[in-house]
Nanobody, 125 residues
């Protein structure tokens, strides 16, 4: 699999914005972001399939978060706007070189083989 390096977390007030970045050590078909709040499962936020730039978002972030990629840099960016306290969590970058197309977009956390260390996002009311 690949090594992932995340950056961009932090603290912000409700309504604010943050941008997360995740750089992979090599080209990867499928990358995305998951998040985990204390005592909860790790849930998908957004994923992108590099082959056709198709994306899938959790319903809770649709219209507020945008996932994009720079294939030349093997990097994905998660632009988060209109942040809410409910968005507070540890955000993890995930990647898997074996997933493609529709499989990339529907996989849960257990389907991804590479993970970053995580970056904390805290949204205060």
């Amino acid at each position: 699999q690949v090594r992932l390096v995340e950056s961009g977390g932090g603290s912000v007030q409700a309504g604010g914005s943050l941008r997360l970045s995740c750089a992979a050590s090599a080209y990867t078909n499928c990358m995305g972001w998951f998040r985990q709040a204390p005592g909860k499962e790790r849930d998908k936020v957004a994923v992108i399939y590099a082959g056709d730039s198709s994306t899938d978002y959790a319903d809770s972030v649709k219209g507020r978060f945008t996932l994009s990629q720079d294939n030349g840099k093997n990097t994905v960016y998660l632009q988060m706007s209109s942040l809410e306290p409910e968005d507070t969590a540890m955000y993890y970058c995930a990647a898997d070189r074996t997933l493609s197309g529709g499989n990339c977009l529907i996989k849960t956390a257990s389907g991804f083989g590479s993970w970053g260390r995580g970056t904390q996002v805290t949204v205060s009311s």
